[in-house]
């Protein structure tokens, strides 16, 4: 009777070492995109945020690059590779790179959220979205939960009225 009992025991530590390997792998899960675009590249070569996210200064959604403005480096560089290949073929269809979104509030919690009024404020790119400097694919890095948007409102006296985040 001693053994099938070990088996049992060994078999639910195995269990939950996986469970906690999924839970913690979920919290930054790697998305597979349709181009793989990796940050690092691009802002070793100094291409500024707000080129690809020109709505970031101006409004509240910072938005994705279309594949025109790729195409304005991409036409003639690194036309060779088979990302760069697969981006082209986006182009010459005339469709837009369907990219998987990464940072998204459930629509449930009617969320308001403005990079404007943030950049205003003076609060980094890298805060909310760890360093994209290193990065090979974009993962979420910060899970951003109502507390930790009202920590930093309450620390830096900006409004924590309900209808100040919510609609
Ligand atoms: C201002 C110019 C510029 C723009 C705009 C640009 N890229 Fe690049 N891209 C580069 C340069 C420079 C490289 C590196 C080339 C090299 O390594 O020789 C590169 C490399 C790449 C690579 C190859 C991977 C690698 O690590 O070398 C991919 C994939 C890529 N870019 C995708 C994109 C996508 C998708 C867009 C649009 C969202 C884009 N690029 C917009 C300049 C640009
Ligand atoms: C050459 C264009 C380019 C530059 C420069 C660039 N990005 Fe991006 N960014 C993209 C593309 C394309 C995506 C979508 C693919 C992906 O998630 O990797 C993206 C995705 C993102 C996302 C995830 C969006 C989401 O929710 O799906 C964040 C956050 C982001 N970028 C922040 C930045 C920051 C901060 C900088 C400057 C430090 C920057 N990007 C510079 C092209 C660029
Ligand atoms: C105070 C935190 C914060 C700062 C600072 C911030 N972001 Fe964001 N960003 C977010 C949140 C939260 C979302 C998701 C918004 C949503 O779903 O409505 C987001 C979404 C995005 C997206 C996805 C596309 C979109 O329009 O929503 C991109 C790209 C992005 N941010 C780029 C940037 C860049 C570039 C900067 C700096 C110039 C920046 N962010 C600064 C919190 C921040
Ligand atoms: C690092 C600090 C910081 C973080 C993190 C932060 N905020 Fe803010 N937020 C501010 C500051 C400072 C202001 C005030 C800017 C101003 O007065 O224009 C502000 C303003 C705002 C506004 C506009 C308020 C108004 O009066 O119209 C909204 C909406 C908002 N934040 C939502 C959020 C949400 C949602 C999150 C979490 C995803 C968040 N913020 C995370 C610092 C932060
Ligand atoms: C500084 C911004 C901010 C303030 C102020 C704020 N919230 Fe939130 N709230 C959020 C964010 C961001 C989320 C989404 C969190 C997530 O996706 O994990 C959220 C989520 C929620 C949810 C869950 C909704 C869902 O479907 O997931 C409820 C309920 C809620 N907030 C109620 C309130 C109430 C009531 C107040 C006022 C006492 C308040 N919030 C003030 C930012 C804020």
């Given amino acids: 009777m001693r053994r099938p009992a070990i088996a049992v025991i060994v078999g639910i530590v195995l269990l939950a070492a996986i469970l906690l390997f999924l839970r913690t792998s979920q919290s930054k899960p790697v998305v597979r995109q349709p181009v793989a675009f990796p940050h690092r590249t691009h802002l070793a070569n100094e291409i500024e945020c707000v080129f690809c996210h020109s709505g970031v200064e101006v409004s509240e959604s910072a938005g994705l690059p279309s594949v ?6 991409h036409q003639s560089t690194k036309t060779e590779d088979p990302e760069i290949q697969k981006l082209a073929a986006f182009a010459n269809r005339g469709e837009d790179v369907p990219w998987v979104r990464i940072y998204e509030f459930e629509r449930s919690a009617a969320v308001r959220f403005s990079h404007k009024r943030h950049l205003k404020a003076g609060v980094e790119c890298s805060l909310c979205h760890g360093n994209l400097a290193e ?22 006296q900006a409004s924590i009225d309900c209808l100040v985040c919510h609609k």
């Avoid at 025109?68 to 480096?73: A, D, G, I, K, L």
């Avoid at 990065?135 to 830096?156: L, N, P, Q």
């Fill in 135 to 156: 990065a090979v694919e974009t993962r979420r890095e910060i899970h951003w939960t109502m507390g930790k948007c009202i920590d930093c409102h309450r620390s830096r």
């Fill in 68 to 73: 025109t403005q790729c195409m304005v480096c």
